[in-house]
């Protein structure tokens, strides 16, 4: 009989007298235990202090109280034991037939062992007599031990490289720290864009090259800008068309921007008349130094007045927006909304005369676009609480939104941050791409009734 499988049934009989984990240990990393090797020492090394009879898989916690089991069964004697080893363990499944031969063997060799004293009469000590004949059974086996218990390694720093902020960036570590280090520091995994994002980008991009053709509503004839604006919707759709999952899916959100795309325009026409103007810049680049942080992001759309030269930012909204001026007003005081600010500092530090910040929505193609815009005004006015699309904002709120960004960006760039914490709000979790892995993340209030 070869020298693992001796060595097998001599653990086995230990442990059935008398139960422990270094026996349990030695049984499962043997290979005649039914578990792959390294399955079994990563058992042992995660099973630690709470032991294998917590850790290891059922079918060897059941093999482990059979052993005792056995060993003390009224009538046990060595060969008996032996075959219910070989039981326990399937070893009839397991061995060549050289093993088997040499287990047979044993049995028999048992059987006159047993038959010269009476049953039950230390069996183990019977047993061990005859493995210990086999001198390579000396040398033993390499076993292999549950990792010490290490104290808590000290908290360090978190690495961060050096980066460009956007406010899209900085508004998610407001919502949440534990997101913007995933996705900005770890780089876990990329997080996943949906249907809606990318209806998103393929819409912005047939406004951009609309406006490049026709910066004014007098550009053209109506019927004339209505034609072009949708062959360059069609045209977006197309190009973006393998980024969608169905062809249902692509088509359906094709036919929303198509009925979506004549709003906008009657939008952009009578806007034209009330006060005439020209769409300056398209998806323009935002780059600003502030106190030494570079700060980077994308105008949507600019418009200058013809009587004035004053400017308007304009972002497109395909998602959800503020319902009120006053709302999206009060996200911009809790520093939640970093994008129109930080574009009114970069225009005016190009030299524009920035007086309006305007949100276009584009999500709902069954009603007229109507804009949340903020006129701008030198200091803060008591803010509205009427529910209503035009209000103000004033220049030293929009003055503390570029404190809070550079604070931020002093924050991630350098100072010494050991924890991201979580976000308090569960609807923050809601589209979180890193959800599953976030332990702390705070759980969603129970719904009163079913859905």
């Not at 503020?322 to 999206?328: I, V």
């Not at 100072?415 to 991201?420: A, E, N, Q």
Request: glycine share 4%; net charge neutral.
């Amino acid at each position: 009989m070869n020298r693992r499988l001796l060595d097998f049934i001599r653990t086995a009989a230990a442990y059935a007298q008398a139960p422990n984990e270094a026996g349990a240990a030695r049984l499962i990393d043997s290979a005649y235990a039914g578990i792959p090797r390294t399955d079994a020492r990563a058992l042992v090394i995660a099973a630690g202090e709470d032991g294998l009879r917590r850790a290891a898989p059922r079918r060897f916690r059941d093999a482990l109280d059979a052993l005792a089991s056995s060993y003390r069964e009224q009538g046990a004697c060595a060969q008996s034991f032996i075959q219910k080893i070989a039981l326990i363990f399937r070893l009839n499944e397991l061995l060549d037939e050289r093993e088997r031969a040499g287990l047979r063997a044993l049995e028999r060799e048992l059987s006159l062992l047993d038959a010269a004293q009476p049953p039950q009469a230390a069996i183990i000590s019977r047993l061990c007599e005859r493995l210990a004949r086999d001198a390579e059974h000396e040398k033993g086996a390499p076993t292999i031990a549950a990792l010490p218990r290490r104290e808590p390694e000290p908290e360090l720093p978190v690495p961060r490289k050096r980066m460009r902020f956007s406010a899209s960036a900085l508004t998610m570590y407001n919502e949440c720290e534990r997101r913007w280090f995933y996705r900005y520091v770890c780089a876990a995994v990329e997080e996943k864009g949906s249907a809606a994002a990318l209806y998103g980008t393929t819409f912005h991009w047939a406004l951009e090259q609309f406006h490049i053709a026709y910066p004014r509503a007098d550009a053209a004839p109506a019927d004339e800008l209505a034609r072009k604006l949708d062959e360059r919707v069609v045209e977006a759709f197309e190009r973006f068309r393998s980024g969608f999952a169905t062809n249902v899916e692509y088509e359906l959100h094709r036919r929303r921007a198509r009925r979506t795309a004549p709003r906008y325009l009657d939008w952009f026409i009578r806007r034209s008349q009330e006060e005439p103007f020209s769409v300056i810049g398209t998806e323009a680049e935002a780059l600003l130094q502030l106190e030494g942080y570079d700060f980077i992001g994308y105008i949507d759309r600019l418009d200058r007045a013809d009587a004035t030269g004053h400017v308007t930012v304009i972002d497109y909204k395909t998602g959800s927006i503020a319902a009120s001026a006053a709302e999206h007003r009060t996200k911009i005081a809790d520093f939640l909304d970093f994008q129109l600010p930080f574009y009114y500092w970069v225009r005016t530090a190009q030299g524009d005369r920035v007086t309006r910040l305007a949100l276009v929505p584009l999500k709902d193609a069954t009603m007229d676009v109507q804009p949340i815009e903020l006129e701008i005004i030198p200091l803060a006015a008591p803010r509205s609480k009427k529910d209503i699309p035009i209000g103000v904002v004033g220049i030293d709120e929009l003055e503390r939104a570029r404190s809070k960004m550079i604070d931020l960006a002093r924050t991630l760039a350098d100072d010494p941050i050991k924890h991201f914490k979580a976000a308090n709000d569960p609807e923050a979790c809601v589209w979180c791409s890193y959800q599953n892995a976030c332990r702390d993340r705070p759980p969603r209030a129970a719904a009163r009734f079913a859905k």
